[in-house]
């Protein structure tokens, strides 16, 4: 049995972080649907970024909504939801046998909302409406400012993906703003279904902190808050609140594990795939990492849902001179910033994309 077969069957969901017009015109979604055990798919703008911007495969997609009078942001998250309707689709038949709990795209808001509370609900409306698809997440950052947004996002009946978490904090005040949202339905009379994961980013805490830490220490500190993370999300499925939230109905909001791909070349490429392992989570791994997985992934057994030993590598990374909460905030920072930066490398590409291939257009009659 394939290792990416084997995580599935312990209860883990297997997620691709990436998707392109060629992963769905050539048939490699649909295999790895059928061949590895994919259940589910994660975009970014980054993701978009490198996908519109390499060769041509967007270019008759761009021309035509530029003619439509389509520019911009409009006509990126057209071109976007494109793909993601019909990877959407591809996922259905896993969303309807699982009643929901698995089978979602994720299509993120504008990054320049991270710190704009009603701009990202507003947003999140917009995108939940034009996507047309049941099984949509609507992609909500858990900055301060996202916080509110998640909750009456959640309250609306727009399903949200909680993205940029670093920390068990982060990921605990997301996890008390849906359980809000689903209260605040039930009050008003409202369904207490609403799909929803909590992503957690896994190694950039330890691209991070490795310059810091002696050679003993390095590449632990993600996992060891993965781990910790695990005991928290455990904790709160078990909490009287949550269960009487479950009692009325609604469905947990899952943990997704996230940035699951190795940065350092000396580390095995599947380290956090094996170390990350547990049930009722889902894993979103970048294509390389999970075909690496597929090949020659092992499983060690699975996270202990009481944390494990990450109490202790925590205390001694914080005894090594890591600002763990510090970090935790600035990673959050970076990483908004980062998807900002893509993001507006995205639009100058579709721009210029737009731009030339007007420009080519005109070619032949002018000659």
């Not at 904090?169 to 949202?181: F, I, L, N, S, T």
């Not at 009050?187 to 805490?205: E, K, N």
């Not at 269960?243 to 490429?269: C, F, H, N, V, W």
């Not at 547990?278 to 944390?307: N, R």
Request: aromatic share 6%; with cysteine.
């Amino acid at each position: 049995m394939k290792a990416t077969r084997q995580l599935h069957e312990l209860g883990q969901s297997l997620w691709l972080d990436n998707i392109t017009r060629t992963l769905l015109d050539d048939g490699t979604l649909a295999r790895y649907i059928a061949d590895l055990s994919v259940t589910g798919l994660t975009s970014n703008p980054s993701i978009f970024d490198a996908a519109i911007g390499d060769g041509d495969t967007y270019d008759a997609g761009v021309h035509a909504k530029t003619l439509a009078g389509l520019s911009g942001e409009e006509l990126f998250t057209e071109l976007a939801l494109e793909d993601l309707r019909r990877a959407a689709d591809l996922f259905r038949p896993i969303f309807d046998a699982t009643d929901g709990v698995d089978g979602w795209v994720s299509m993120e808001v504008s990054p320049l909302l991270a710190a704009d509370t009603a701009g990202s609900i507003a947003a999140a409306k917009q995108i939940h409406s034009q996507a047309q698809r049941d099984n949509l997440f609507v992609k909500i950052p858990g900055t301060p400012e996202g916080i509110p947004a998640i909750e009456e996002a959640i309250f609306l009946g727009i399903p949200i993906n909680v993205t940029l978490l670093f920390s068990c904090a982060q990921y605990v005040a997301v996890a008390e703003a849906y359980m809000r949202g689903i209260e605040r339905r039930i009050a008003a009379g409202l369904g207490s279904r609403v799909g929803s994961v909590a992503s957690l980013f896994i190694s950039r805490w330890d691209v991070a902190s490795n310059p810091q830490l002696p050679a003993e220490l390095h590449n632990k500190l993600g996992i060891a808050v993965g781990q910790q993370t695990y005991r928290a999300y455990r904790e709160l499925l078990a909490s009287p609140r949550w269960q009487k939230l479950e009692a009325a109905g609604a469905q947990p909001q899952r943990l997704l594990l996230a940035s699951t791909g190795t940065k350092d070349p000396s580390l095995p490429d599947t380290l956090y795939i094996s170390a990350l392992a547990a049930p009722d989570t889902i894993d979103t791994m970048p294509e390389k990492t999970l075909l690496a997985f597929a090949d020659h992934g092992q499983l060690h057994g699975v996270m202990a849902s009481d944390g494990g030993d990450a109490d202790s590598v925590l205390a001694q990374i914080g005894k090594a001179g890591v600002d763990i909460d510090a970090l935790a905030l600035k990673l959050q920072v970076d990483g908004a910033a980062a998807f900002v930066k893509s993001w507006k490398q995205l639009l100058q590409r579709i721009a210029d994309k737009a731009s030339a291939l007007a420009d080519k257009s005109k070619g032949p009659a002018l000659r």
